[in-house]
């Protein structure tokens, strides 16, 4: 017998739908509760702190937040994804984050790989900057606390077709960073000492004997300045730095016309040097003044070299650095080079104090070289003033305005110094005076280099002599000295002695 399906009416299908939900909608919920018909009791349902049961029990009902990350209901957040973009959207801001994160990397990389190269620029111009062989840290020290260091400049310039004989060049340079100030000081590479052979010696002769340590040893007893940094060039390095940098334009005090530095002839005036000018005009010694004049010369080349290094920008320096590297030789690193560039910039080199060591020049008798001899008590005022940061030069017109050739002077040696007198007169004759007598003292107890005059008609000339020999004491005769001349000069134990 075949079934027949019995007809559904709508009452009948409404009717069995209420019976099944109401037999199981709620049923995992206490029975109290479902006899609550619809009413919640904060009793019943478990929260998450007490607070908000609390609140419950008011009857305070938060709107509870939809789970969606984007706070949205169900049904819009259900609407939003349905749309035809929806899926190019996430892919097109899917790529956009790649492609940051893809230029982040590479920043990332940029900079490490910078940094790499930044420091690989550094250690390679500190490198061609490095003082290679030489034994010159050996004789730097550290300047004491609160005082501004010293850098000892030397240029190894040869003569042309001669080999090499020591520095030509001997500088001092004082560098306050703090109050921008410079001071030069030529130290004559002819300066008088005695070295380790017990010989009479030029100054620069030291590294001839002992290498870079023991001429900055040397140069820092004879001058009693703490020596710190030394920078070295020579002539080849010279003339390929001054090019690099254009040329210096320098003011000529007197024209070059040296054949012992070079053919080249330079006029006097303001002249815009190549390299090569630059050497010639550094070697040249066939002046009037002599070493004076060339000291001079050196000083202004230095200043013209601080003028364009200080003159380029923050950019153009790390070549040019580069290029100064491979001309120098120093203790500075490239980094403390470039800071100490960087913190004199803007300084008025107008304003740098640039002096020679007092002194004056005599010959020797037996060996016919040419000597400096420093005047101590000067130098010893002039280093003064150059650790406080003044200007070392002495006091103007110090001396009496008397012609040195309007008066006759006898030389008598009173030390007992083998050729004491024929070097003390060179030295007067080369001042201009009129030397007209030389030869010994009856005696040599003479401690003290005396001039004396005969009247004080010839005081003056007899202090200017004292001046400028920068020794010696100027006395009246007082019938106690016989000469027939207008003036004596006794040579005393404290003139210093020649081979």
Known sequence: MAYKPRKVSASYSKHTSRRIRNASIGTHNPASARRAAGKVRSGTVEFSNPRKSSRAKRGIVDHVTPA?????????????????DFQGGLQRKAKAKGIVIALVVVLVVACVAGAAGVAAYFGSVSDKMGLGDSDAKSAL?????????????????????????GPDMLMLARIDTENKQISLVSVPANAQVSLNDGKTHRIADAQLMGGDSYLISTIANYTGARISHVIKTDEESLVELVDALGGLTIDVSQEVDDPNAGDLYVPAGEQTLDGQGVLVLSRALNFAEGDEVRAENQRKVVLALAGKLLDTNALSIIPTLDVVAGTVRTDYSASDALALIDALRGIDLSQVHAVRMPGYDVTSSSTGDE??????????????????????????AAGPAV??????????????ITGGAQQMSDALVGKGYKVTDTGNADQYVYNETLVVYQDNDFKDAAESVVHDLGAGRAIASNGFYTFETDVLVVLGKDWQPLN
Request: glycine fraction near 8%; proline fraction near 7%; charged fraction near 25%.
């Open 68 to 84: 969606t990350s984007t706070r949205e209901s169900d049904s819009a957040y259900s609407k939003r994804v349905a749309q035809r």
């Open 141 to 165: 020290v550290s300047p004491e606390e609160g005082k501004v260091p010293y850098v000892l400049l030397v240029g190894e310039f040869s003569k042309p077709g001669a080999g090499y004989e």
């Open 371 to 396: 000597y400096f001899v420093a005047s101590t008590d000067e130098w010893t005022a002039m280093l003064e003033a150059l650790d406080a940061g003044m200007d070392p030069a002495p006091a103007a």
């Open 403 to 416: 012609d040195p050739a309007s008066f006759e002077i006898t030389v008598r040696n009173g030390s007992g």
